[in-house]
């Protein structure tokens, strides 16, 4: 079955960081592009960053640029954000999502990361 | 950025009849290499999104062939062709032409 996984979500300071993870599992994942979309609770869905198959090239939103790192390990099909610096607008249940043909057609179930103090 | 507009927000539907969702971009979402990528997903309540539609209108594998999707240029539409109870939830139309991929604000398609 093919699945992604996240996890690191939690309750994190203004200022603080956090390391998500999304593992695959299914299929190749080296050989696809990767994607972290994150979600206010009952709010619409907002793209965060993009990470190559070989992790040669990344992506950010305007938003996070500078403060999140997208990187993966092909080695243990495993995907990560890389957030520093968080903000009270970062809270969102966080998803990754694999690349189909200029959409995303596998999702996880999310984590949630609430920046608060 | 380019701005992705839905209309409908909401859309009450009586079992077994169709339904209509559109889409504009605020620019082409056609694609240097010629592809068009705007892509429709389903949020169930309490579910991650899933992909039914992408370049348009094609249907990923296991989607039923009542969702349809066409559209050009800036403006797109999914279409239901008959309304399940299964089929309630937000749709969101998506591009993937250029970075940041936007979405739209999300229609909710709800039983009458």
């Known amino acids: 079955e093919v699945q992604l996984v996240e996890s690191g979500g939690g309750l994190v300071q203004p200022g603080g960081s956090l390391r998500l993870s999304c593992a695959a599992s299914g299929f190749t994942f080296s050989s696809h592009w990767m994607h972290w979309v994150r979600q206010v609770p009952g709010k619409g869905l907002v793209w965060v960053s993009r990470?190559?198959?070989?992790?040669?090239?990344?992506s950010y939103a305007d938003s996070v640029k500078g403060r999140f790192t997208i990187s993966r390990d092909n080695a243990k099909n495993t995907l990560y954000l890389q957030m520093n610096g968080l903000r009270a607008e970062d809270t969102a249940v966080y998803h990754c999502?694999?690349?189909?043909?200029?959409?995303?057609?596998?999702w996880g179930q999310g984590t949630t990361v609430t920046v608060s103090s | 950025d380019i701005v992705m507009t839905q209309t409908p927000l909401s859309s009450p539907v009586t079992l077994g009849q169709p339904a209509s969702i559109s889409c504009r971009s605020s620019?082409?979402?056609?694609?240097?290499?010629?592809?068009?990528?705007l892509s429709w997903l389903q949020q169930r309540p309490g579910q991650p999104p899933r992909l039914l539609i992408y370049?348009?209108?094609n249907r990923l594998s296991g989607v039923p062939d009542r969702f349809s999707g066409s559209g050009a240029g800036t403006d797109f539409t999914l279409k239901i062709s008959r309304v399940e109870a299964e089929d309630v939830g937000v749709y969101y139309c998506m591009q993937g032409t250029q970075y940041p991929w936007t979405f739209g604000q999300g229609t909710k398609v709800e039983i009458k």
């Open positions: 999502a694999r690349d189909w043909w200029g959409g995303t057609d596998v």
């Open positions: 990470i190559k198959s070989d992790g040669s090239l990344t």
């Open positions: 620019q082409s979402l056609v694609h240097s290499d010629g592809n068009t990528y």
């Open positions: 370049t348009i209108s």
